[in-house]
């Protein structure tokens, strides 16, 4: 098994930047892919960024350009960098871990969710 802490959520106003974080324990070793995805009122959940274990990234064309995902390996957490923040980018935002592959923002295709952070961004 393995545990996603979300952490960074705030409000802030349009064009501001937050710093998500994704703090993983457990069984981690065989995590393949990582992903961040978001949700709105009303609206599916979807893809934002995800990163395999070679480093490897891929985002969402509503962010790229603004959002940057990494890994910091000394802590095992993935940040998840969102800057140019617009109000559409408000929603409760997820990390989800994936065993076998990263070549989807297919939520099934992820194994392990954490409970989400909110983020609000203001006009």
């Known amino acids: 098994q393995v545990q996603l802490v979300e952490s960074g959520g705030d409000s802030v106003q349009a064009g501001g930047s937050l710093r998500l974080s994704c703090e993983a324990s457990g069984y981690t070793d065989n995590v393949y892919c990582m992903g961040w995805f978001r949700q709105a009122p009303g609206k599916e959940r979807e893809g934002v960024a995800r990163?395999?274990?070679?480093?490897?990234?891929r985002y969402t064309d509503s962010v790229k350009g603004r959002f940057t995902l990494s890994k910091d390996n000394a802590k095992n957490t993935w940040i998840l960098q969102m800057n140019s923040l617009k109000p559409e980018d408000t929603a409760m935002y997820y990390c989800a871990a994936g065993r076998k592959s990263c070549y989807t923002f297919a939520t099934s295709a992820f194994d392990y969710w954490g409970r989400g952070t909110q983020v609000t961004v203001s006009s």
């Open positions: 990163i395999n274990r070679s480093g490897v990234t």
